[in-house]
C-alpha cells in the first residue's frame, strides 16, 4: 500500500544536540519533501530531495531512493527548532502529497 | 517564501452556514491545492487546479467544492458547514504537477 513512514514518532532533546529523523517510502512514493511546522502552525518546507543530500546551515537531508528512505539531520539544534517535523512524497507521479505522520521535536533550554 | 495568502486566518461559523475560504498566490504558478489538516490524519488533499477553470477531486472532496477564476485566486466553498469541516485548512502551490509544493499560512476553521 502506500505508505510514509517517520520515526521516531517523540524526540526529546538539550539544546546543542544532534538528532536524525527517518522517513522510509514505499515502492509507488517518490520525490520526498521535508517540512517543518513549528508551533503557529505554519508548514515551512526545508527541503525537496528526490534523491542524495542537500545541506541548509544546521540542517542536512539524505534520500536514497533505491532503498526506500530519507534521513533528516538536525546538527546543534536550537529551541526554535521544535515542532513537527514531516515527510511527504508524491503517489505514483500524482498530484497530491502524501504525508507521514511527523516526529515531534522539543528542544529545551 | 513562496508568496501565498489565505483569508481569513480564521473563522468561526455555525452548521449549515455557507464558507468560503480564499487562497491568493503571487508566483504565477500552474498548479493550486487544497489540504485539511486533522490530528489522527495528517494532511489530505481536497481539491486542485491545474489551470484556470480546470479542478479535480482529491481524496476528501465531499461536502466541498472549488472554482479558479484567475492565476492568482483559488477558492474553497463549504456550500453546508458542519462540525466534521472543522479543520485547519492549507493552500498550496507548484509551478509543475510532481513536484515541490509550498504551503500558505492555513485557515482554523471552526463549525459549531
Known amino acids: 500500500g502506500i505508505q510514509v513512514e517517520q520515526s521516531p514518532p517523540d524526540l526529546i532533546l538539550q539544546e546543542g544536540a544532534n538528532s536524525t529523523l527517518r522517513c522510509n517510502f514505499s515502492?509507488?512514493?517518490?520525490?520526498l519533501q521535508w517540512f517543518h511546522q513549528n508551533p503557529w502552525g505554519q508548514l515551512i518546507n526545508l527541503f525537496y530531495?528526490?534523491?542524495g543530500t542537500k545541506q541548509n546551515g544546521r540542517l542536512s537531508a539524505t534520500t536514497v531512493a533505491t532503498e526506500r528512505y530519507s534521513l533528516l539531520y538536525i546538527s546543534s539544534s536550537q529551541t526554535t527548532d521544535s515542532g513537527v517535523y514531516f515527510c511527504?512524497?508524491?503517489?505514483?507521479?500524482?498530484?497530491?502529497?502524501?504525508f507521514g505522520k511527523g516526529t515531534t521535536l522539543s528542544v529545551s533550554s | 517564501d513562496a508568496g501565498i495568502t489565505q483569508s481569513p486566518r480564521h473563522k468561526v461559523t455555525e452548521t449549515g452556514t455557507p464558507v468560503t475560504l480564499r487562497c491568493h498566490q503571487t508566483?504565477?504558478?500552474?498548479?493550486m491545492y487544497w489540504y485539511r489538516q486533522d490530528p489522527g490524519h495528517g494532511l489530505r488533499l481536497i481539491h486542485y487546479?491545474?489551470?484556470?477553470?480546470?479542478?479535480d477531486k482529491g481524496e476528501v472532496s465531499d461536502g466541498y467544492s472549488v472554482s479558479r477564476s484567475k492565476t492568482e485566486d483559488f477558492l474553497l466553498t463549504l456550500e453546508s458547514a458542519t462540525s466534521s469541516q472543522t479543520s485547519v485548512y492549507f493552500c498550496a502551490i507548484s509551478p509543475i504537477t510532481y513536484n515541490e509544493q509550498f504551503f500558505g499560512p492555513g485557515t482554523r476553521l471552526t463549525v459549531l
Open positions: 515502492d509507488s512514493v517518490n520525490n
Open positions: 508566483e504565477n504558478h500552474r498548479y
Open positions: 511527504a512524497g508524491h503517489y505514483k507521479a500524482g498530484t497530491a502529497l502524501i
Open positions: 530531495i528526490p534523491s
Open positions: 487546479s491545474y489551470g484556470v477553470k480546470d479542478t
